[in-house]
């Protein structure tokens, strides 16, 4: 059985919109309920917000998103989380950067690095800070239990 970690975003009242714009960019596959489809119009600000969303790809990209229930509290924070798009090859992650790059703040310009051959961060225009780089195999790594 294997075990991963999937970036789960939460949004108030845009959830539908950033969900697009990543499947715009990753491709794949998007799923959308909203609050009215799973009969819980009555827990949401408008029942046509999403209670549950997901884009995910072939190439193993998973994103989960929603709009948080009336009543609770949201607060995107500052700086209290990144997600990070890893890939094996800068063919690769290029083109990703540039389609995330639409209407996005660069924070640091894609460029090599100490430890990336291609290293970049932006906050896209939905206020999400993504960390891109590609991965480099570490000489000096090893596999400890």
């Known amino acids: ?11 108030q009242g845009n959830a539908r919109a950033a969900l697009a714009f990543y499947h715009e960019v990753f491709q794949g596959r998007q799923t959308l309920v909203t609050y009215a489809q799973a ?3 009555e827990a949401a600000r408008d029942p046509e917000h999403i209670i549950w969303g997901q884009v995910t790809g072939d190439d ?3 994103l989960m998103a929603y709009d948080v229930q009336a009543g609770r509290d949201w607060n995107p924070g500052s700086n209290a989380f990144f997600v990070s798009l890893r890939g094996d090859d800068i063919g690769t992650i290029r083109p990703l950067w540039t389609a995330l790059s639409d209407g996005a703040e660069v924070l640091v310009a894609p460029t090599a690095s100490q430890w990336s051959p291609l290293y970049g961060m932006l906050r896209d225009r939905f206020g999400i800070t993504w960390v891109v780089d590609v991965v480099a195999p ?3 790594a090893s596999v400890s239990a």
Request: proline residues 5%; neutral net charge.
């Open 1 to 11: 059985m294997a075990v991963r970690t999937v970036t789960h975003l939460n949004f």
């Open 39 to 41: 009969g819980q119009a």
């Open 60 to 62: 193993g990209i998973a």
């Open 138 to 140: 570490d000489p000096q």
